[in-house]
């Protein structure tokens, strides 16, 4: 355990050093800081520090142990937040970068807490927002979507963020890279997981442009006002240069219509009346992007994929004991892994 395994029974929070690093970087912060893990996430923490002016912000970094090489950068993560900052994009104000392992065991970085609704489930959806908001957060939704995809990046100084071409082929390495590097014992994913990469490699449709690519755009990676409009898009983590279209894709794994059987680990918010269905979410997309989804299969049986690959990384830290904050349903997922691969195939019966 280093020190800023628990400091002040706070889990990845060295109080100490950090507020003497908000001290020094962030103009305006106030000692002394409280600091409260948020739940909700599986990856990357986030924690609400508060100040004792009352302002409040959003720390980020890296899970606490069997952090995989190129994952949670928190680098990568602040720079295209601070890009996004002046576009039509909703994002947090950022405020600094860390990467001085000293001050805190690993690199974090520190942006704008904003309030509003983080809706993960049918019961939030319902208390939070009423049919007319819930209909316009997923009008939003795909708006902001559309309105991501047509950022320049190089106009936002993130032309060289990464490689443009070839995005789904880079992407199946990747992730299949880490599915690998993620294996846990008496867990068989293997076999389908690696038959349904094949399948997807072999038909990789041609990449039209290139955008941001969010790379887990969904509900529950958003700030909604009350109104249901998207105040602010979350969790950057493993955004990249590549196809708009993937985003798309995904957003369709998880926007789960009422009576669907592929409601994924259970969070259902979009099955609550009100909401947009599924085909006028991606209709709704393709009339702001004006982006031909005649392919869209192909990706959301990607989404499928990927999202069986990062539930085993999930997985195989829990089992290592790197699971900070939110530990539920994750003794489900070595099942979840296997059916979320089985609805990639079945996509691409469709694709």
């Not at 680990?265 to 702001?288: C, H, I, K, N, Q």
Request: charged fraction near 25%.
């Amino acid at each position: 355990m280093t020190t800023a395994d628990r400091v002040d029974g706070v889990e990845g929070i060295d109080s100490e050093r950090v507020t003497a690093w908000f001290s020094s970087h962030v103009t305006g912060s106030e000692p002394p800081l409280s600091f409260a893990l948020i739940a909700g996430g599986r990856s990357n923490l986030t924690y609400r520090v508060a100040d004792s002016g009352g302002r409040l912000y959003a720390l980020r970094r890296p899970p606490l142990s069997h952090v995989l090489p190129t994952a949670h950068d928190m680098a990568r993560e602040y720079r295209v937040i601070t890009a996004l900052g002046p576009t039509a994009v909703p994002v947090p104000a950022t405020f600094g970068l860390c990467e001085d392992p000293d001050v805190n065991g690993q690199p974090f970085y520190v942006m704008g807490f904003v309030e509003g609704h983080i809706v993960r489930d049918a019961h939030i959806a319902q208390h939070d927002l009423d049919d007319k908001a819930r209909r316009r957060a997923g009008e939003s939704l795909a708006d902001t979507l559309a309105a991501l995809h047509a950022v320049d990046v190089d106009a936002v100084g993130l032309g060289d963020f990464a490689k443009r071409d070839g995005y789904i082929e880079r992407q199946l390495r990747r992730w299949y890279e880490q599915f690998r590097n993620s294996q846990v014992e008496g867990l068989d994913t293997a076999t389908i997981v690696g038959s349904v990469h094949d399948r997807l490699a072999a038909r990789v449709p041609p990449q039209l442009g290139t955008s941001i690519v969010h790379g887990d755009y969904r509900l529950d990676n958003t700030v909604l006002g009350s109104d249901g409009e998207v105040l602010a898009v979350l969790d950057w983590e493993i955004c990249t240069l590549g196809d708009p279209l993937a985003d798309i894709g995904l957003l369709m794994v998880y926007w789960t219509d009422p009576g669907d059987e592929g409601a994924i680990l259970g969070l259902t918010p979009t099955t609550v009346p009100g909401f947009p269905s599924r085909a006028e979410m991606r209709d709704r997309y393709a009339a702001a992007s004006g982006r031909d989804l005649k392919d869209l299969d192909f990706y959301v049986a990607f989404g499928y994929w990927k999202l069986a690959c990062i539930l085993q990384g999930v997985y195989a830290r829990y089992v290592g004991g790197a699971a900070a904050g939110d530990r539920s349903s994750v003794d489900d997922f070595g099942r979840s892994v296997v059916r979320l691969a089985e609805m990639a195939l079945g996509a691409l019966q469709g694709a």
